[in-house]
Each structure stands twice: as C-alpha cells, then as structure tokens.
C-alpha cells in the first residue's frame, strides 16, 4: 500500500530548529517530485518546498526561503524539511504530497513558541 508518513514535529521556541522527515512506503521516493505544505489554524495550505525527481533547484517559497532545506536520503525513502531559525509565524501542520496521483501524508504538527 503506498503511503507517505511525516514525523519530526514538536514545540519549540523561535529561533530553534525542527527536521521533518517523510517517509515512503509501497513505492520508490526517488522517481517522484515530492512537496512539503503547510496549513496553519484558519488559513488555507500552502506549498513550502519541493523537491524534483532530479534533485536539480528545489523550491522555497518566499516565506522559508534562506531558513529551510530540503533534502532526500534514497536508502532510506525518505525526504527531509530542515528547518532553522523558526518564527511563531512557522507554526502549523506540515504534509508531504506526491503530486502524481495526489498522495498526502498524515501531517506533523509544528508549533513554534516561547
């Protein structure tokens, strides 16, 4: 059964540092683009990151720009959100999304206060 599981959420305070980790089951992460979102309490999701099936120019939105890295281990099927210097303003349930077929992980909760 293909799926997509995110972990690596928590509390912490602003200006600290989370790694979000989306594991894949039931196919091959690396033949996909996968995309990190996020939706915060009231607010519609919005997509954070992606990475290519190429690994070539990942995508940041403006926001996380500079302050998030996205990154991808093959052996181990699963893609990374690397995030520093957290603001309150970060705070939200992240997912992971393969585009093609429209898979969503779980989410993983962020919250980012002092």
């Known amino acids: 059964q293909l799926q997509l599981a995110e972990s690596g959420g928590g509390l912490v305070q602003p200006g600290e540092s989370l790694r979000l980790s989306c594991a894949a089951s039931?196919?091959?992460?690396?033949?996909?683009?996968i995309g990190w979102f996020r939706q915060a309490p009231g607010k519609e999701r919005e997509g954070v990151s992606c990475?290519?099936?190429?690994?070539?120019?990942?995508y940041y939105s403006d926001s996380v720009k500079g302050r998030f890295t996205i990154s991808r281990d093959n052996a181990k099927n699963t893609v990374y959100l690397q995030m520093n210097s957290l603001k309150p303003e970060d705070t939200a349930v992240y997912y992971c999304?393969?585009?093609?077929?429209?898979?969503w992980g779980q989410g993983t909760q962020v919250t980012v206060s002092s």
């Open positions: 990475i290519s099936k190429s690994d070539d120019m990942p």
């Open positions: 039931g196919f091959t992460l690396d033949n996909f683009a």
């Open positions: 999304y393969r585009r093609i077929g429209g898979y």
